[in-house]
């Protein structure tokens, strides 16, 4: 049986009633799902992580600079550099929760700093 549906019709499914009175569900038509590339998932989940925190920086900015702004009336401007600080310490603590692996610094053989310490 061939089913032509327009493009945003999902499912078609038919419910009949038997003559005991019980009633059979049928699937006549779902859409399938398109399917993701696995190997982008990874990427994808930083990305959004990384908007969100964005997001999350430029909306407490704006409500930390109109409560600057509400007090004085140049209280952004004086406050600016601490609502930025403020800001910026409030999208990073989300941040901290990306799945990404930080590369370690490079140090020497032993592990431990080049500076011998000595000052010359």
Same mark, same amino acid.
């Given at each position: 049986?061939? %089913?032509?549906?327009?493009?945003? @019709?999902?499912? @078609?499914? #038919? @419910?009949?009633? /038997?003559?005991?009175?019980? =009633?059979?569900?049928?699937? %006549?038509? =779902? !859409?399938?799902?398109?399917?993701?590339?696995? #190997? %982008?998932?990874?990427?994808?989940? @930083?990305? =959004?992580?990384?908007?969100?925190?964005?997001?999350?920086?430029?909306?407490?900015?704006?409500? %930390?600079?109109?409560? #600057? /702004? #509400?007090?004085?009336?140049?209280?952004?401007?004086?406050?600016?550099?601490? /609502?930025?600080?403020?800001?910026?310490? !409030?999208?990073?603590?989300?941040?901290?929760?990306?799945?990404?692996?930080?590369?370690?610094?490079?140090?020497?053989?032993?592990?431990?700093?080049?500076?011998?310490?000595?000052?010359?």
């Amino acid at each position: 049986m061939d %089913l032509r549906f327009a493009k945003g @019709v999902r499912k @078609v499914i #038919s @419910v009949e009633t /038997n003559s005991d009175g019980t =009633r059979t569900v049928t699937t %006549l038509y =779902r !859409k399938a799902q398109p399917k993701k590339k696995g #190997s %982008l998932t990874p990427a994808e989940k @930083v990305a =959004r992580a990384a908007a969100s925190g964005i997001q999350t920086a430029g909306q407490e900015y704006v409500a %930390l600079h109109d409560k #600057s /702004n #509400s007090q004085k009336s140049d209280g952004w401007l004086r406050d600016m550099p601490y /609502n930025v600080y403020r800001a910026t310490r !409030k999208a990073a603590t989300k941040l901290q929760l990306l799945p990404i692996p930080v590369p370690y610094a490079v140090m020497g053989d032993d592990g431990a700093d080049d500076d011998d310490g000595d000052d010359e």
